[in-house]
């Protein structure tokens, strides 16, 4: 739930927008008007930088002797980066686990479990014994289940699942939605909000979550990545229903049980063997202790599990046996690992990271590298594996700490650092575990690349998105400028998932490659224009259409609020003015249309924070009553029908030649009202969908 999630943004990776649960921090939306919080999942923005693990370039590291990836080494290695690292980010405490080789090479804790306070002691981390929360890493265990199935002969990954369920979802195509676009974020489908974390002693109901207010279906299935809890959540149904028991119980049975992680469950809350030993979750290590986190669709993101039992999953997956009986033979194993859509439906997509059955694609230094990452909101975690190394890191931090931001940079940093030193870049390979020959040098062809760059400039925003209700807005946050530089090559502002600008190259036609790094980026054209930007396994960017470009919308309200506001202040002022100039009060014509624009102006101003407060709240995860939203939507009603009686006014103001002030300021009342109802008409506030 990619924020793993906030999104659980970026958003997965555990990207602070994802992230996600990536929902965790998306910004300011409205300038200094309307401000939106933090995501989940699998995406967020918050500010401040990372104390970084090590010292590690994102550019191509140079081949150098692998330190030895052993339990000395990796313990000395984690006791420097770690410690520093969480008390310059405020966070509680972290668990690791590393595997190589056939086995776990360590597992290590650092901070508490428990801060302490009121009298008792804080609480260290003991890997050994202590569970934390892994948001969207729980998707990886809800892929290998659908998997088993898959390799029972008992779901077809191409079939569309309709078959498989007992409840229509709804569609805007006519191509079939199958298990593999599920498992590859691909079934095209928009983010939901509301029910995504529930607070302690929330009831989870998978069926209920599902077929309440699902999400629209925006994108063509298998076209665009457009990570989903949703749709994960639909491929744990699945389990579910094939095989007849509840999900949580499948996965006991069948993962948990078979691979002997006896400290691991998806149940909520936990079992009564297990509940004594989980870790609290803070928002930073100098906060109170919070609330044991209810997902409100387990498969994407309910796990629990200690970080000797993520160290046999780590093994499982790499092909080690762990337990009495494999949890998939090799074929499907290997089948899982791939990337598991290509350019018959992804296009020329299908050049940028891909996602497989479920893991992420985070190739680094010519070695393939699959993961996942997540996000809760107190808890955040990163697996990766090395299938043709056979080695994994798993780590998990029990606080978000400074930001959302700088929390998602230690973990990207620290499985940088990790790549670096055990597994650095060797002779003939690059970025993506492709050979260095075919990426060497970028594409000879000037024109042609001019011309694509061409078609690249623009504004974009996350595929990650929500187009059927008033959360269209939260769009304007995040974004990413895409521009031209003399030389041919593209300047991205910010890089995706990132606070700083990244220049890139192409290296063949339609996929480009950042400057002096690894991250490569992959576009898809349509009539001249590029209609989507892969960037990584289930994200990508899409053109921002010029009406909700942020550079017409945040002005147009921003202008709007701040003159609406002004004229609120000048009505006690201007009658203060009168009263001590002894002048006449105003004559009656024209005082029903005054009194009805006043309203007007007052529900408009109230409606905007009624929206402030809305966003911030749904951004912390927090439900909103359904009278609160139609409360605002009223008055936001109220405060466009406004321009009626504004008008009417100002028509009369210019013919009874009351001066240019007055009439200056009835043109201007008319203007901001226009504007706040285009805004709000533009981004879907006055929508009657109110599921978010």
């Not at 003399?486 to 290296?507: N, Q, S």
């Not at 009369?652 to 002030?661: F, I, K, Q, T």
Request: proline share 6%; charged share 20%; net charge negative.
């Amino acid at each position: 739930m990619n924020q793993s999630d906030a999104p659980e943004q970026t958003p997965s990776r555990s990207y602070p927008s994802r992230p996600a649960f990536r929902l965790r921090r998306l910004g300011a939306v409205l300038a200094t008007v309307v401000v939106v919080g933090a995501a989940v999942v699998g995406c967020g923005a918050g500010a401040g930088a990372a104390q970084e693990p090590a010292p590690t370039s994102d550019g191509p590291a140079a081949a150098v002797e692998p330190g030895v990836l052993n339990a000395s080494d990796v313990n000395a290695w984690l006791d420097e980066m770690l410690p520093a690292a969480l008390e310059a980010n405020d966070i509680a405490g972290a668990t690791v686990a590393v595997v190589n080789d056939g086995g776990t090479v360590t597992t290590r804790g650092y901070g508490h479990v428990d801060t302490g306070g009121e009298g008792t002691e804080p609480v260290p981390v003991d890997p050994e014994r202590h569970l934390f929360r892994i948001g969207s890493v729980s998707k990886l265990a809800t892929a290998t289940a659908a998997m088993q199935l898959v390799q029972d002969g008992k779901v077809d990954l191409d079939a569309d699942i309709a078959a498989y369920l007992d409840f229509a979802i709804p569609r805007n195509f006519d191509e079939p939605i199958t298990l593999r676009h599920l498992l590859t974020h691909t079934a095209g489908f928009e983010e939901r909000i509301a029910g995504l974390i529930g607070k302690e002693g929330t009831r989870a109901d998978l069926r209920d979550a599902l077929v309440t207010d699902p999400p629209e279906q925006i994108y063509r299935p298998g076209t665009v990545p457009a990570y989903s809890n949703y749709g994960n959540s639909l491929a744990g149904y699945i389990v579910e229903r094939v095989s007849g028991i509840p999900f949580e119980e499948y996965v006991d049975r069948n993962v948990f049980d078979r691979l002997g992680m006896t400290s691991s469950s998806f149940a909520q809350p936990l079992p009564a063997d297990l509940a004594g030993r989980v870790s609290n979750g803070y928002d930073n290590a100098s906060s109170p202790a919070g609330y044991f986190e209810i997902v409100g669709t387990p498969p994407a993101g309910s796990m629990t599990a200690s970080a000797p039992d993520m160290a046999r999953f780590m093994l499982a997956h790499l092909g080690e046996p762990v337990g009495d009986t494999p949890i998939l033979d090799e074929p499907t194993l290997d089948l899982m690992h791939q990337p598991a859509l290509d350019a018959t439906t992804l296009g020329t997509l299908a050049g940028a990271p891909r996602m497989t059955l479920g893991f992420f694609d985070e190739s680094r230094n010519g070695h393939r590298i699959i993961g996942h990452g997540g996000d809760t909101l107190y808890f955040h975690t990163h697996l990766q594996i090395y299938p043709d190394e056979g080695a994994g890191l798993f780590i998990s931090l029990n606080s978000t700490g400074t930001s959302s931001l700088a929390n998602h940079k230690l973990r990207q940093n620290l499985t940088k650092a990790f790549a670096d030193r055990y597994f650095p870049a060797v002779p003939g390979a690059a970025a993506n575990n492709v050979p260095a020959t075919e990426l060497a040098a970028p594409t000879t062809d000037a024109s042609g690349t001019a011309e694509r760059a061409a078609m690249a400039a623009g504004t974009y925003e996350s595929s990650r998105a929500i187009e059927s209700n008033f959360l269209t807005v939260i769009g304007l946050s995040g974004r990413t400028t895409v521009s031209v530089r003399d030389d041919g090559r593209l300047l991205l502002e910010p890089r995706p998932m990132a606070d700083t600008a990244a220049v890139y190259e192409e290296i063949e036609p339609w996929v480009w490659r950042e400057v002096g790094g690894q991250e490569t980026i992959a576009m898809r054209a349509v009539d001249g224009r590029v209609e989507v930007i892969g960037f990584d396994s289930a994200f990508a960017l899409v053109p921002v259409e010029t009406a909700r470009s942020t550079y017409l919308a945040i002005p147009v309200i921003v202008g709007s609020v701040v003159i609406l506001l002004l004229t609120v202040l000048a009505w006690p002022i201007g009658a203060i003015g009168r009263r001590l100039r002894r002048r006449a009060p105003r004559d009656r014509a024209g005082r029903t249309a005054r009194i009805l624009s006043r309203v007007a102006v007052g529900c408009a101003l109230l409606a905007v924070g009624g929206w402030v407060g809305s966003l911030v709240l749904i951004m912390s995860l927090e439900d909103l009553s359904t009278v609160s939203m139609r409360s605002v939507q009223v008055a936001q009603l109220i405060g466009l029908l406004g321009v009626i009686p504004a008008a009417v006014r100002l028509v009369d103001d210019l013919r009874r030649r009351v001066g240019w002030s007055r009439t200056a300021g009835s043109a201007l009342v008319l203007l901001a009202l226009a504007g706040t109802g285009w805004f709000a008409v533009e981004f879907m506030l006055l929508s009657p969908n109110i599921s978010y």
